[in-house]
């Protein structure tokens, strides 16, 4: 007979007695929750949500037959036949104990008024406590998101278990001793001066009041809650906004499969963009005579001075009209950007409106700026873009090799799942120029010299074959092209490539070995691996390794990119690329053409369009001479901005679609105003593959209108018999043509918010490890792609000496046209910096809050500095976010030859003290770190 294993033990039910009664339990789970289940209700402080219970506030003491002393509930779990009273006069009688005590203990303020305590005590009739109070520890107000009010704080240790256990920030300790503990912020620092990053996992956590929303935001009467994702990143975190009186008073993460109640700051404070002054509410008219210019700075107070305002059929039948013109003289003239932060509908129905209205499959959105490269090579060798495991699958995994990522500042959410998988004994590789967070979680941390990554990850592939580690029966069983890399691979060893690469070679020979010999090994990456002209090649190397060792298919194996935006994963698989229709069928292929054709009703395009740089270099030429952008902001998200920005001013016609008057939009010859995510349904596809419904839980302001209803209203002006009112018809006009998702419904997104594809039938759970027996190509192999030394097209020299990394940072997302405009976020980071080493910065003879000039051969800015260790010498780290000192005013234009991606990772820059304050005209001069580097 074969032995349970230790999850199907957990899952076996035990029968015991709850209050006389016969109950079914699990010896998995505590005794309350079992209660819980039956209806009964015990008071419970310390116990709730997915923390671990510890059972220190006893007031879910329970009595157990034949045990001498009450066993608190939250944390003691059944056995066979145990008999166990909840409401025994001796358990309710410590039970109010408890509770009468710490109401003694707690200041009758508005926030502890109708906290649990006191909702509790009123449940067990518990009256005015008969003990004095002690004096109570004083509020910090610090913080711009949270309030501290320890005179609330029962000591249950709750918020101490949400930072170190759940997020693992590792910032709220517990200090002092007897009636004097009390939590603190690291050395007991005002939490606005700690190393808090305002996750608000201890607020939603806290049962009393003592953490919550600062300015009493957690004291409004609510008049509605609704379920919905997070707008921000690919993580894909669902969550509850609590809304009073059309406005968002604050948000709580909700128990989805990508986040289990957890929020990072944006997904928790970054909500109130939405009722942000700046919003546009009517449609905009640019006024005859205004010009424009790549010179310009946007106003959005002052728009008065550039358009005027247009009711939505003079807007709509003025944006058709331009439109159309330009398509009936040149339809290969046009062209369409879409949003990855809109919903997978309007996705679909934006790249059907370009591919059917305008004619062409001119039509693409930031996902050519994000992972274009991991796409292509992902397509190429195993025949699917998408992630084969979930983030979750840390937990199941052995050795985790995250590359090119800071999900710590990028996907937080997925960082605590991976911060929990190493205190679980998962081993952790951090490879990374940058030195993050999770670094200090790593067994090996691979600081390797930027551009150099094909160097390092050659060598592992050398050493694996060199050292006889390859999984030969599976490269035997289920790939291709093995030789090829063998062969390649012989160049690459790692005492060869430690000059290269900056690692030492038995280092790297160490991570190959782990990575190899695990039973689970899983490998995520970010775009530190994507955004270079040999980001295609970079991402060969990983699908190679995974390969070669038989690492995918498998619980706790496999590849996951992770995915940037909400919805770029959703955008993507939609059809909003210019050279596949929806679920990756290329058009230029019969079978696919064809298939549309006809599922369409029209004829369709078989050339392949532009990209977005490739539009922009088409707009220069005066080949693309009319554009629709919806949610895009290329005048920010671009390479080179001073070249896209000119671009876009030499337009004929440009159409913009937003909710902001963004730099994109300052260019437009007509504005139409937007919906905020959270003022519309639709569904979103997340870095796991989770299909999610988001739900509409605001009323738009003015006239603004659906993004559905606009490109539906603008499709008819150019000739198309659309008739769509919700997104439901859009879905299941989507269900028919992608199998991906052909078995989700409309309805069961109602039900559950989230289905992970491939769903092929009506009812299947969805397949969360995809490639278990075979892989989505044309012989159901995936294949080696050998990968060479490419250097970056730009190098560092005696002018231009250091290197230039950009990204995003925590509080900040992509081109900050929404968070820059949400207060909290906007409070704790206000102003453009420049984050260099202590000893670069010390070289030039600055200190951190100085005003520096970073400058490349096609722009200049000037920013803040600041000490960061993390950064490697000679190299400068810059958040793309800042509209006053943009970064892609400096990054190079030149391309991925595969993918087509900028090189946004790498340029040359000088560095100088001084500058005029950003934002600002002209920038200073000074010792130029040219001497140091030259």
């Not at 009467?221 to 009186?245: N, Q, R």
């Not at 709509?316 to 369409?336: H, T």
């Not at 979680?441 to 990850?457: C, G, I, N, R, S």
């Not at 030859?897 to 920038?923: H, L, Q, S, W």
Request: aromatic letters at 6%; one cysteine or more; proline letters at 6%.
């Amino acid at each position: 007979m074969e032995r349970a294993t230790t999850e199907q033990l957990a899952m076996m039910p035990i029968e015991f007695k709850l209050n006389g009664k016969t109950v079914i339990g699990r010896p998995d789970e505590p005794i309350i929750t079992t209660a819980q289940k039956h209806g009964v209700e015990i008071p419970h402080l310390c116990h709730g949500g997915n923390q671990r219970s510890d059972g220190n506030c006893r007031s879910c003491v329970v009595e157990i037959k034949g045990e001498r002393v009450l066993a608190p509930s939250c944390c003691r779990y059944p056995t066979a036949g145990m008999e166990v009273t909840t409401d025994s006069a001796r358990a309710l009688a410590s039970q109010k104990m408890v509770l009468e005590l710490l109401l003694s203990d707690m200041t009758e303020v508005s926030y502890t008024r109708d906290n649990k305590v006191a909702y509790w005590a009123q449940k067990l009739d518990v009256g005015q406590p008969r003990f004095n109070r002690r004096e109570q520890p004083k509020g910090d107000l610090s913080h711009p998101a949270i309030a501290v009010n320890l005179d609330a704080c029962i000591q249950c240790t709750r918020c101490v278990r949400a930072c170190r256990e759940v997020q693992v920030n590792d910032v709220i300790g517990y200090a002092y001793r007897g009636d004097r503990s009390v939590p603190v912020f690291d050395f007991d620092d005002p939490m606005g001066k700690s190393t808090c990053v305002a996750c608000g996992e201890c607020v939603q956590a806290c049962p009393t009041g003592a953490l919550m929303p600062a300015r009493d935001v957690g004291m409004q009467a609510i008049d509605k809650k609704v379920d919905s994702v997070c707008p921000f990143c690919g993580v894909g975190c669902l969550l509850t906004y609590h809304v009073k009186e059309n406005v968002i008073q604050f948000v709580t993460g909700k128990d989805g499969p990508a986040n289990r109640n957890r929020l990072c700051v944006k997904g928790r404070y970054g909500f109130d963009y939405a009722h942000h002054p700046h919003r546009l509410t009517k449609p905009l008219i640019r006024k005859e005579g205004v010009g424009k210019s790549a010179d310009f700075v946007v106003d959005p107070g002052n728009w008065s001075a550039v358009f005027r305002e247009a009711s939505w059929d003079e807007a709509l039948a003025r944006a058709a009209d331009g439109l159309s013109k330009i398509r009936d003289e040149d339809r290969y003239a046009l062209a369409g950007f879409g949003s990855a932060k809109g919903s997978n509908e309007e996705a679909y129905l934006f790249q059907k409106l370009v591919r059917t209205g305008f004619g062409t499959n001119n039509v693409d959105h930031c996902t050519r700026l994000c992972h274009a490269s991991s796409v292509a090579a992902l397509l190429e060798g195993v025949g699917s873009g998408a992630v084969s495991n979930q983030v979750n699958d840390v937990l199941k995994a052995e050795v985790v090799f995250l590359i090119g990522a800071n999900p710590t500042s990028n996907h937080p959410v997925a960082a605590t799942f991976m911060k929990n998988a190493t205190k679980a004994g998962v081993k952790l590789v951090v490879a990374d120029p940058r030195r993050g967070d999770l670094a200090r979680h790593a067994t090996y941390y691979l600081q390797f010299k930027p551009d150099t990554d094909v160097a390092l990850l050659n060598a592992m592939i050398h050493t694996i074959i060199d050292e006889n580690l390859v999984n030969e029966e599976f490269v035997k069983e289920r790939t291709t092209d093995f030789d090829a890399l063998k062969e390649n691979a012989k160049d690459f060893s790692p005492e060869a490539m430690a000059p290269v690469c900056g690692i030492p070679a038995e280092t790297i020979r160490e991570v190959a070995r782990l990575f190899a010999r695990s039973r689970g090994s899983m490998i995520l990456w970010g775009m530190g691996v994507s955004q270079h002209v040999h980001g295609t090649d970079n991402a060969r190397c990983l699908i190679a390794l995974c390969l070669m060792t038989g690492q995918i298919g498998r619980p706790g194996t496999g590849l996951h990119p992770l995915r940037g935006q909400n919805n770029v994963q959703g955008a993507s698989d939609s059809g909003l690329i210019p050279m596949m229709y929806p679920d990756y069928q290329r058009v230029n292929t019969d079978e696919a053409n064809q298939r549309f054709e006809k599922f369409w009703g029209t004829k369709l395009d078989k050339k392949p369009g532009l990209t977005v740089v490739e539009i922009m270099h088409a707009a220069t030429e005066g080949k693309i001479r009319g554009m629709y952008i919806m949610g895009e902001n290329p005048a920010m998200s671009d390479p080179d901005l001073e070249h896209a920005r000119a671009a876009m001013a030499k337009l004929e016609h440009l159409v913009v679609q937003d909710i902001f008057l963004t730099e994109t939009a300052y260019l437009a010859d007509v504005v139409l105003p937007a919906t905020a995510w959270p003022e519309k349904d639709g569904t979103v596809t997340n870095t796991d593959r989770m299909v999610q419904l988001g739900r509409r839980a605001l009323k738009a302001p003015g006239e603004a209108r659906e993004d559905l209803w606009t490109i539906v209203e603008l499709a008819k002006r150019l000739g198309l018999p659309w008739r769509y009112s919700h997104p439901r018809e859009v879905f299941e006009e989507m269900r028919g043509c992608m199998d991906s998702i052909k078995g989700i419904t409309w309805e069961r997104l109602e039900r559950d918010s989230s289905v992970t594809y491939p769903c092929e039938n009506e009812g299947d759970p969805g397949e969360p490890v995809v490639f278990q027996t075979h892989f989505p190509t044309a012989t159901g192999r995936a294949r080696f792609v050998p990968a060479d030394l490419i250097p970056a097209a730009e190098r560092p020299d005696a002018e231009y000496p250091m290197v230039l990394i950009t990204g995003r940072q925590l509080e900040h997302w992509h081109t900050g046209a929404i968070t820059r405009r949400s207060g909290v976020l906007d409070a704790i980071e206000p102003e453009p910096v420049v984050s260099l080493h202590p000893l670069d910065l010390e070289a030039m003879g600055a200190k951190p809050g100085d005003i520096v000039t970073v400058e490349s051969r096609r722009g200049r800015i000037s920013l803040f500095a600041r000490m960061d260790e993390g950064t490697p010498r000679g190299a400068v780290f810059i958040p793309f976010c800042y509209y006053e000192a943009a970064a892609n005013l400096l990054t190079n234009p030149v391309l991925d030859p595969f993918g087509k991606i900028p090189e946004f990772k790498y340029c040359a820059v000088r560095v100088t003290r001084g500058g005029a304050r950003p934002g600002d005209p002209g920038y200073g001069k000074g010792r130029a770190l040219a001497e140091l580097y030259g």
